[in-house]
């Protein structure tokens, strides 16, 4: 799943992008200062614009996709607002983790 895109000036961008990557396409693994400044908004706070795209379309994989980004977001060092606004949402993945498991 394409989250968005950082171009070559270190902006983000937290859509799915237009381009279709073909299959077969070659992917790396990008460095930790990437992840961190993919995950920075203009004022260097945390920031994860994807979060409700990957909930509505990555199906059971979303939760746990979405867990582990936060874990490692929360392996850097961070202010008390981006460990707040992390916590907050592990929060909101167990409350979707526990709703989305029972039955109606």
């Known amino acids: 799943m394409l989250i ?10 937290h ?3 237009n381009q279709v990557v073909p299959a077969g396409k070659d ?3 990008v460095e930790t200062e990437e ?3 993919f995950h920075a ?6 920031q994860l614009s994807y ?9 059971l994989f979303a939760i746990p996709l979405l867990e582990a980004i936060i874990e ?4 850097f060092e961070s202010s008390n607002q981006d460990i707040k606004s992390l916590t ?3 929060q909101t993945l167990a409350w979707q983790r526990t709703i989305g498991g029972m039955r109606l």
């Open 41 to 46: 908004d203009s004022n260097s706070q945390v």
């Open 88 to 90: 907050v949402l592990r």
């Open 27 to 29: 992917v790396y693994k």
């Open 51 to 59: 979060y409700s795209q990957v909930i509505a379309h990555a199906g």
């Open 35 to 37: 992840i961190r400044q």
């Open 15 to 17: 859509r799915i992008p």
């Open 72 to 75: 490692k977001l929360e392996s």
């Open 4 to 13: 968005g895109t950082l171009d070559k000036s270190g902006v983000s961008s």
